[in-house]
């Protein structure tokens, strides 16, 4: 599976838009982007993925580049509860392990 | 709706002691199953994952084992805990069974988790 880099922090005001960047440039075709993210002293929690198109939740947005080699995952109006360490994770489609790097820790501020 | 849980949620054990960590998963048949490890102030690692009853495989070598007994129940346990065992606990599924290789995307859903000290 390949590897995904992202900033070791950010913060984000209340209210405002979190854009949280992730780097996976070795990205093969089958491969999936996963984001999860873990409030303090919880399990992670699954937000969203995607293949190639743009895709939208309840909880996220998530754009993908036209080469795959990058995405960001935005959450549209932050809040305090939004704080936590955010995953990026590239999967390809096989079952199994998700490989958990280091993440970015966000903090909204109020 | 599928639920998954983990008991207990603390537990503080003697060096030396035995360990039993349960999940139960609810709502859903033939998960895959996952054990997780997240030292404290590391990221998560995986320590076993079951794509079915007595199916139990093992990503890194340690002093812990885990069973299968029933298709929605995953146990995690050790003979004798070391000092390196303490982190917290984490129990997950995924909602494609045997489907191995068969493509499409899944996602992994975590229970609450176990604190384990070891003292």
């Known amino acids: 599976d390949a590897k995904t880099t992202q900033p070791p922090s950010m913060d984000c005001a209340e209210g405002r838009a979190a854009n949280l960047p992730c780097n996976h440039s070795?990205?093969?075709?089958?491969?999936?982007v996963y984001w999860y993210r873990q409030i303090h002293s919880q399990g992670p929690q699954y937000i969203i993925h995607?293949?190639?198109n743009n895709e939208t939740n309840e909880m996220a947005s998530l754009i993908i580049t036209e080469d795959r080699k990058s995405s960001t995952l935005i959450l549209p109006h932050a809040t305090l509860r939004d704080t936590a360490v955010y995953y990026c994770?590239?999967?390809?489609?096989?079952?199994?392990?998700?490989?958990f790097g280091a993440g970015t820790q966000v903090v909204v501020t109020p | 709706s599928q639920t998954i849980h983990q008991w207990p949620a603390t537990l503080v054990q003697p060096v030396g002691s035995p360990l039993s960590l349960e999940c139960t998963v609810e709502?859903?048949?033939?998960?895959?199953l996952y054990w997780y490890r997240q030292a404290a102030g590391r990221g998560l690692q995986l320590l076993f994952y079951?794509?079915?009853?007595?199916?139990i495989s093992s990503e890194v070598p340690q002093n812990l084992s885990a069973s299968r007994p029933q298709d929605r129940q995953f146990i995690l346990s050790s003979k004798k805990l070391l000092l390196s065992d303490s982190g917290f606990y984490l129990c997950?599924?995924?909602?494609?069974?045997?489907?191995?290789?068969?493509?499409?995307?899944?996602?992994?859903?975590f229970g609450p988790g176990t604190r384990l000290t070891v003292t």
């Open positions: 709502g859903t048949s033939n998960p895959n």
């Open positions: 997950a599924w995924s909602g494609i069974g045997n489907d191995l290789g068969q493509g499409g995307a899944y996602e992994q859903y």
């Open positions: 079951s794509i079915g009853i007595d199916q």
């Open positions: 995607g293949l190639k």
């Open positions: 994770i590239v999967k390809g489609d096989s079952w199994g392990k998700l490989q």
């Open positions: 070795t990205i093969s075709g089958n491969e999936y």
